[in-house]
């Protein structure tokens, strides 16, 4: 079984990288239970659907995460959720594309409420996902040719 070597850290760096990783879990769990909150609400059209879908993806990530920590993968949230060369790139833009896109019509769909904002956020995450996919990979390709 081959072992992820890291660089040796020191105790304040490994207090520092410890507590960030129970942060972003704790941040996770209360998004869930905000999600769950608004979806037991459901006071307006919407509320249950985008509740609900906030508490199931904040968990999931948080699952994810988990996991990627226990494997020995990479700390920093870029190399968890960005992609590193052009074969993933060429899978990334179109995939992202689609999202946002998904997200405009759910937010043409409903005039108002949450998932009005939820097909908006969508949207927003999704091409902001697929520009900073585009500089990564871009960044690392300048930097390969140092």
Same mark, same amino acid.
């Given at each position: 079984?081959?072992?992820?070597?890291?660089?040796?850290?020191?105790?304040?760096?490994?207090?520092?990288?410890?507590?960030?990783?129970?942060?972003?879990?704790?941040?996770?769990?209360?998004?869930?239970?905000? #999600?769950? &909150?608004? =979806?037991? +609400?459901?006071?307006?059209?919407?509320?249950?659907?985008? /509740? %609900?879908? !906030?508490?199931? $993806?904040?968990?999931?990530?948080?699952?994810?995460?988990?996991?990627?920590?226990?494997?020995?993968?990479?700390?920093?949230?870029?190399?968890?959720?960005?992609?590193?060369?052009?074969?993933?790139?060429?899978?990334?833009?179109?995939?992202?594309?689609?999202?946002?896109?998904? #997200?405009? &019509?759910? =937010?043409? +769909?409903?005039?108002?409420?949450?998932?009005?904002?939820? /097909? %908006?956020? !969508?949207?927003? $995450?999704?091409?902001?996902?697929?520009?900073?996919?585009?500089?990564?990979?871009?960044?690392?390709?300048?930097?390969?040719?140092?």
């Amino acid at each position: 079984m081959d072992e992820a070597r890291r660089p040796a850290q020191t105790a304040e760096q490994a207090f520092w990288s410890w507590l960030g990783f129970w942060a972003q879990l704790f941040l996770l769990g209360a998004l869930a239970v905000i #999600g769950a &909150f608004f =979806a037991t +609400a459901d006071a307006r059209p919407g509320d249950y659907l985008s /509740g %609900l879908l !906030l508490s199931l $993806a904040a968990l999931a990530l948080a699952f994810v995460r988990l996991k990627h920590q226990l494997d020995g993968g990479a700390t920093e949230w870029g190399a968890f959720l960005l992609v590193d060369d052009m074969k993933n790139l060429a899978v990334a833009i179109p995939l992202f594309t689609v999202i946002g896109l998904a #997200g405009l &019509f759910i =937010a043409h +769909a409903w005039e108002q409420g949450a998932m009005h904002f939820a /097909g %908006l956020g !969508l949207y927003v $995450a999704g091409a902001a996902i697929v520009f900073l996919d585009i500089k990564r990979v871009y960044d690392r390709m300048d930097s390969d040719k140092l």
